[in-house]
């Protein structure tokens, strides 16, 4: 039997599909470079995210990280030119858990979630 997507799952691919149906979908990389020759971006919840760099934000719910990785790359969608969206990396719901340290009992959780979705793109022109 296959797995069932998880509402958060299903929430991440709508985001995802409704993105999508603006562009024309080109072949996924698996390298440094898409098909145009350019270099992808990283687009994950909070903005652009540079190599090395950390992440913008980590957000307190996957609605909320999802939500802000839809506004930054319609927001990158918006800055540039072209009709073919390249994916290197589909967008990925990732969670994050701190657990408290023994030496630090003031704190007020025994744990604190926390989420990021990533992803990386090109939005280009078609490769020739």
């Known amino acids: ?10 929430e991440l691919d ?21 098909p145009t020759g350019e270099k992808y971006v990283a687009i994950c919840s909070g903005g652009e995210k540079e190599e090395g760099k950390t992440f913008p934000c980590y957000c307190t719910s996957p609605t909320i990280a999802i939500e802000l990785c839809a506004y930054a790359a319609n927001k990158y969608a918006a ?14 719901l990732e969670t994050v858990i701190f657990r408290k340290p023994v ?12 989420w990021i979705v990533y992803s990386r793109m090109l939005i280009g022109e078609a490769s020739k």
């Open 79 to 92: 800055s540039v030119s072209g009709n073919v969206l390249y994916w290197r990396e589909r967008p990925m």
């Open 1 to 10: 039997m296959a797995d069932t997507p998880s509402g958060e799952q299903r």
């Open 103 to 114: 030496i630090i009992p003031q704190l007020p959780a025994e744990e604190m979630r926390i």
């Open 14 to 34: 709508a985001a995802r599909e409704s993105f999508e149906r603006r562009f024309q979908v080109g072949p996924d990389g698996n390298s440094a470079t898409a």
